[in-house]
């Protein structure tokens, strides 16, 4: 006969185990592909609302199977009854032969839920939490709160509920020394002061906006577990990802930059031999033939896409909230970290162009090389921003972006400082300029994913002042490099320093706006 274990003696039997690190061993051991997880079974009930699962699985080379079955009624509690129920069947793996009947009343799945949501807080939670924020007032809203806090250390939680009664209940049941808990009906409230946020509701319409998260909050949704239920607007898993995931996103960008360099790369000494071959109008016949096969491949992809934008919009109930150009406009002029960010771009791209503009003269100064041979000189320094890009695809996601930005502009400055005592030979001349464009390229790319985090919502809008503001620095370089290069060339260098130093005062003040978390 099985085993029939009550509510009481499956609490009694768990409390000298730390279920923490089971689950966490759950979760690796199915990531190793040890776990069998067939898709759930589900019914769904419209009046009264409810939903039972039906879970199971086992882990390979156990000596146990488990079928659960577990139900959510949201309206029992107005009845006097709980809102969750069910009972998990415990089999042999070896005969198949029931050996347990758990009659859990749901409290098995509440906890593995509690557990689980710890265990990720545990993983990828920011690592200094200002306060908790929890959506739902339930049982899971406690039992998160409760395993939360041993994995992160806080002192503050702001609690969302549907109603002040069961608020009041939360604050009640939950008192408990160093945490200050706060309750509120807005769910906007949560998102202002919380920066590890977890949802546990049933609801079935979005309760936390994009525009309302901070950078760097992390979000565990709990409560979306069936396809009827969305605790969260779209346009956050957007901000997350429109394509790429943030995490990955550096790598992304730079790959798509790696196209810039090789035609860097093969189009410098092909207009040369061009140039040399044929005079000066044959080179710009074939350039205007490359640009309007671009822009035919550009239109060709761009129909496409916006045939699959349109599909998204017609299913997708918050398009019609994308702001138009104007509102775009005055969200990137009204934020201070986009401002910055862009003043960090200007300031870097005026700093490259002012060497730019006047390297080749001064090589033709300083060592008389002529046209092939400037020419071979920008091919070594495509290949230096190719080096850079291909440097921002190794590293940039796994430093951070930030803090790619910091070496790539302190190596740039450093750069700058020695391109004049470098300047002695032609080789340490060239390795000079090489390493210069080398971290120019490594700050800029990584530069494109973090102003792509900063305003999700009009990204698009902010890349396009980004390149605006990269030209208007290139061309204000422009302006005053052949005045500084009149100076001298160790002018033009120090004047590349002063830039890249203010751009470098402005990539603190970034780092400080967006909470440090890029």
Known sequence: MPV????????????????LPLIEAGFAAYSRGEVVVPPVGELVFDDPPGDVHIKYGYIKRDGHYVIKIASGFVDNPRLGLPSGDGLMLVFSQRTGILEAVLLDEGHLTNLRTAVAGAVVAKHLAPAKVAAVGILGAGVQGRMQLEWLRRVRA????????????????????????GLEIRTTLRAEDVAAAANLIVTCTPSTAPLLRAEWIRPGTHITAM???????????????????????????????????LSWSLAFILGVPSVGYLLGRFGGRLPFAVLAGLGLAGLFAVRAFLSGEKSLAASRAAHDPTAAGIPGHRESYKAVLRSPAALTGLAVILGVSMSNEIVNLVFGVWLEDSFGLKIAALGAAAAVIGAAEFGGEGLVVATVDRLGKTRALMLGLAGNTVAALVLPLAGRTTAGALAG????????????????????????????????????????????????????????????????????????????RLHRLTGGAR
């Not at 806080?154 to 049941?173: K, M, P, S, T």
């Not at 979306?224 to 607007?233: F, G, H, I, N, P």
């Open 433 to 508: 300029l090489a390493f210069f464009y080398l971290t120019f390229e490594y700050t800029v790319v990584s530069m494109l994913p973090v102003m792509s985090e900063i305003l999700p919502r009009v990204r698009a809008t902010l890349l396009a002042f980004y390149a605006a503001s990269f030209s208007i620095g290139r061309a204000v370089g422009s302006l005053v490099s052949a005045r500084l290069y009149g100076l001298g060339f160790a002018a033009v260098a120090l004047a590349a320093v002063g830039l890249n130093a203010v751009a470098f005062l402005f990539l603190l």
């Open 223 to 257: 409560g979306s577990d069936t396809a009827s239920k969305q605790e969260l607007d779209p346009a956050i898993l957007a901000r997350l990802s429109d394509e790429v995931p943030y995490a990955k996103r550096g790598r992304a960008l730079a790959v798509t930059e």
């Open 154 to 177: 806080f002192d503050q939680a702001i609690v969302w509920g549907v109603n002040e009664g069961e608020l009041a209940a939360y604050r009640r049941d939950m008192a408990s020394p």
């Open 4 to 19: 029939v274990a009550s509510l009481a003696e499956i609490k009694q039997a768990l409390a000298g185990i730390d279920l």
